[in-house]
């Protein structure tokens, strides 16, 4: 791995750093987790969670991250 790959590297892993950093800070006023088609459902200390419309979101927008440093 010469310079050049090396400085990429930490560029593009800064950057992925500093996207979930403002996504832990951003995190009460971003609806994941609480978008309709997320079921939960119980009762007491038993609650069951599915983040489906959660999990088809992220999903696609990884998608579409991964797929435009893909390309060369």
Avoid: C, H
């Avoid at 050049?4 to 800070?25: D, K, P």
């Avoid at 119980?42 to 992220?58: D, E, M, N, Q, W």
């Amino acid at each position: 791995m010469n310079l050049i790959e090396s400085g990429r590297f930490l560029i593009i892993a800064g950057t992925v750093i500093v996207v979930v950093g403002l996504i832990f800070v951003l995190s009460d006023k971003i609806p994941l987790g609480r978008l309709p088609g997320d079921f939960q459902f119980g009762s007491g200390r038993f609650k069951v969670y599915i983040p489906i419309a959660t999990s088809i979101l992220i999903s696609v927008a990884l998608t579409i991250v991964f797929n435009f440093f893909a390309r060369k």
